[in-house]
């Protein structure tokens, strides 16, 4: 089997969809011998920062000495990306060898009936993968919700992140902020550690009412001053410890005071994370499609901001850095988001938008659509289709216009599929 080949049964699940549950999922593990009950872990759910808080948590356990699994999604730079440890992405020749070991018994399962998912299968050979490895730590992300999603066949962990949560995927999670952080909640299991970010008393009420039922120490996310802050990130005081984090906006800020939550939840389970290792982790963490610099000249931000929470954090960003800047936005947005809710916190931000389709996702929306939906908000949009015909305008037009920034948001789909865009014509 090639490496292609084998993206291609991977691949191949996709048709089935997202299905949450954890019935599929745990049989196949069960024909695996349960890898994942041999490690340890700490697990992160939320609607928005999971991705910030889970690679500053594992850069920390990496500086630690603790040899760290990452598990996120979806992938930014490439299909390794999702699972990692020490940063050291999955090579091709172990994908094939897990999709070689797994596959056909994940076949197995279908014969009787049991589908499984792209989600459940890449979390199957991720906790198969880290086990073997023998890690000592687990970063795990959920994918969608937290009480039904595959990761969650795990046993109470060292400590459970919930960060913060908004209205996203309301199909699948339900209709109010309530019912959304029930689900996130599914991750906190009996006599374990919960971080949480206090936001909505909707939300804190279900959060800390769980966490007490379930016999959970409850911390809070560490309130940080900040010192400078600037485009390239911001320079916060931990305690007398000055702590430069490299991503950028006030939000991230926050993320922070949940992973230094989180490390005072580890250490008193044990783990030895120093404050020189703390500080080397968070200095060191670099992440994709977080308002991420793509270049100087022109200014180019590359941001995943998909739902609600994330534009809003996106918008209080360009506040800060580009308010000065006539920004040309290319924008593609999945059907199934509140796309109202989050265009309305970029109105009267940006000089142009360029609205554009997220390419070969089941949930993709229209180009022509998303703009009809911007017309409220946004005088000057154009639609366009395809998104690397979208980014070549918006760079035509930053030549012609004087402080021109070019930020690609709404999508880490598209995001992703911008940036390889970008590193194949050499601009990163």
Known sequence: MTYNEAMEKIDSLLVFGSRPGLERIGKLLDLMGNPQDNLRYVHVAGTNGKG???NMTASVLTKSGYRTGLFTSPHITGFGERMQIDFNRISEADIIDQVQRIYPLAEKLRENGDIITEFEFVTAIAFNWFSEQKCDVVVLETGLGGRFDSTNVIKTPLCSVITSISLDHT???????GQIAAEKCGIIKENGNT?????????????????YERNNVLYNPINLPVLSSDITGSEVDYGGIEIKLPLVGEHQVFNLGLVLSAVSALRKSGLNISDEALKSGIESVRMPARFEIISTDPLFVLDGAHNPGGLKAL???ID?????RKIICVMGILKDK????SLKFLGGKLHKLITTTVKDNPR?????????????YFDDITSEEDAVKAVELALSEARNTENAAILVCGSLYLASDVRFYLEKMGII
């Open 195 to 211: 971080v949480f970010a206090f936001q909505e008393n909707e939300v804190n009420d279900v959060v800390v009412r769980t966490a």
């Open 52 to 54: 910030s808080v889970s």
């Open 338 to 341: 509140d796309c109202k809710s």
């Open 364 to 376: 993709r929306q229209t180009a022509e659509e998303l703009k009809e939906t911007a017309r409220e």
């Open 320 to 324: 800060r850095y580009l308010g000065d």
């Open 171 to 177: 199909g699948v999670l339900g209709e109010t902020l």
């Open 315 to 317: 918008s209080e960003a």
